[in-house]
């Protein structure tokens, strides 16, 4: 294995497609969103990214079968744009790996003529989010006027200054190759996996690249959820002790 | 030195062999089950593999001489299979070196053919083990109907979502070379080196593999821990103190 | 990207330039020095430094825009030195990025003929500091009388033994090319930006290279910390809780 | 500068010289014992080795100059052996730096036609050392056996499994090279610099090279650090609060 490895399955072709990435990270967001649109677009695996700067384990699916930590691109047409969609199980857990791993993705990127990327995320605030809100940052001044118009918030005090990770690399890598770029990060504890701060970002996308898809299975999710939230809330005022790590572990 | 330094001792002809890797790891379960695979076949040793991902340190043996953190590799026949068997010192302690020396390891697998890799260790469950039990995972669907037959568990839950280190990555980047690879995990607490749980993982070995084996050796080993832990659950009913670390790492 | 890469935006012609550098450190006194010389000097610009041994994020400017991690070089003229002044948003954060990037800098500087080079920085006591001092260190004897001359202390004992980081690095690797180079450590309490630090700092600065520079900003902004000092004091003194991290973050 | 860097001062002549390693670690022991031999023998310094493995920070000398993190390699004659001698600030700071400075220093060792090698340190026993020993490890049978002739304690269960850094790689790769090697371990309670300890491993050395040397710098250091261990001792029973740790690093 190469430090980084390209199983490719099949060439597409797009036109000036939007790179949406939604690797793990707080919250889930990200990876929400992409699986959502992945979902309900049907969209096709076109590439399985490889490193050993992801963690040197495998993951247990539930038919007791193991695959390797990757990245995953997908394939889609949505009505006016095509789509390409990158998820994963991992980001790099090596500083380099992080830069090394996203330089590469921006070489795909421009291979298919990626025109703009919308890295997707969760901002963790510590406490139950009362107001559901997008944070956003780009890597052009045209692009943050452009996003306040689909109700992107754009804060001089926040992301709190630093974007981590493959959402924000996408952004400054991406900049040096003058690729536009636009980060949406949904307000969220930082406890939970979080579909309503998934849902809340999700609308973003609708709204800027017209896509016409069905958000109810977020919606469920998202209700499911709350449901779970409003538990931990009640657990809380009775003065619980703390539920334990593992509980959690088992929500998200 | 090599990052990855192979010492070949000799060269043996072999019959599509079954690789069992039985490295280091939680409750020693996969080393002490390749140990007493080696001791009661007689197993010889054909080459060492040193790296500098293994700790900057040596090991000092019982007459005085030292010896670097290595990994080995034995050959044997049993009955029905020739048989490679992997154990050692250690793993890797860097990120990248957990795939390189696994990468390593496949290369030496498939010059010699191996058919089958079987990786043995324990999951440790934060408590005694009420009922002996091994868990499984596979890296391919029907090896895991296979290894059911023989007793092995597959839950949906568990081994809980991830394999780290070379019992899992031998699975995952099998899987790449289409090696067919499964592991075998010994329920464990976690907190002693178990030759119970290694008793039950040989046992499906001596069942998949048909080996024709003597277990007395792990059974007297298990039963001197049994003592051990009976002791253990005595102090803690008697409310002692905890028993200190060194201790438990003298029993080890 | 290159393990570093240098985005040069203009070539100067410099008449064998003093270099400063004002990384970021302890109480940012290096920083806080270095932007107000390129800030009333009007210095230019001439090249940003990218690397992976920066940490893998993007910072979000006020008006939302995002830049990856960067070291940069400006370039001025004062009276008497032509200068370089290296800053930037972050050091390195490899061991051994930090040797390849001071490497890399040294080359730069040695291409532009620099004949000196001033580390600055913060020597933290973890205590309020009474009077204000500025200790130095030096790659050659004759720069240790030299400084004496100027002010600046040479202690036995301090700074401590070792100088970490770039300020350090330029020094002890700028000496094996014999390159004459001096760290200048502004006493600071170590909790807070200091820009009463950063004053006592560019004051030797200006008695050793005859800087004509207006020194206000510095002060206001001295002035304005001193009160946040004031209130930090009463706050202790009245026996509060202790000031939580994130508003001392605040006032950072 | 290269990832290792040898800077040669001069070549000498050696008639297979015994190299005697003695490189900052418990205790301080083995350096203080390889300082001791340098200054009484007037051992010439034949180079120095930096490299981006060692810490990245300059070091500050009592005159106010600095230098780089370095080891360095002294020669000279006693009455029966050349000596080679390491000594230097530090070890490496990454797991594989460990692997290349002592593969590197073997490279020297045999272009010197090094015919044995001592690695000198301590062996932190957690508690005041009552009746001082060297314990030992070697990397030949023969060895072991030699060194037991001069008072070297072999022990089963001691220096505690594994020895770590170069006191140990020299000989684990030593080994490789077939060059013999042998470890001396003084006892030492692990908190403070010992020259007693450093004294008890000297006389092993006397005793088996045959060295005739002045011991009586290092019997005053020792005698000195008697006084301040009687303190503590006092302070101890009179439970004084526990000695800060800022003062204990003073001493050292």
Known sequence: MDEIEIHEFKKVKLNEPVLLEGLPGVGNVGKLVAEHIIHEFKAEKILELYSWHFPPQVLVESDGTVRLCKNELYACHSKEHDLLILTGDQ???????????????????????????????????????????????????????????????????????????????????????????????????????????AQAVLEILVRALHLEIDTQALKDRAEEMEKVVERLKEMEQAQMPRVREEELGYIR
């Open 91 to 197: 980001q790099s857990v090596t500083n380099e790996g992080h830069y090394l791993l996203v330089e590469t993705l921006l070489d795909i990127a421009e291979r298919y003529g990626v025109s703009r990327i919308y890295t997707l995320g969760g901002y963790g605030i510590g406490q139950l989010v009362e107001k559901q809100k997008v944070l956003g940052a780009a890597n052009t001044v045209g692009l943050v006027e452009e996003m306040k118009q689909y109700g992107v918030e754009f804060r001089e005090e926040e992301p709190g200054g630093s974007i981590v990770g493959a959402s924000g690399l996408l952004l400054g890598l991406g900049k040096l190759r003058e690729i536009p770029a636009v980060c949406l990060l949904g307000l969220t504890s930082g406890y939970l996996v979080d579909p309503k701060s």
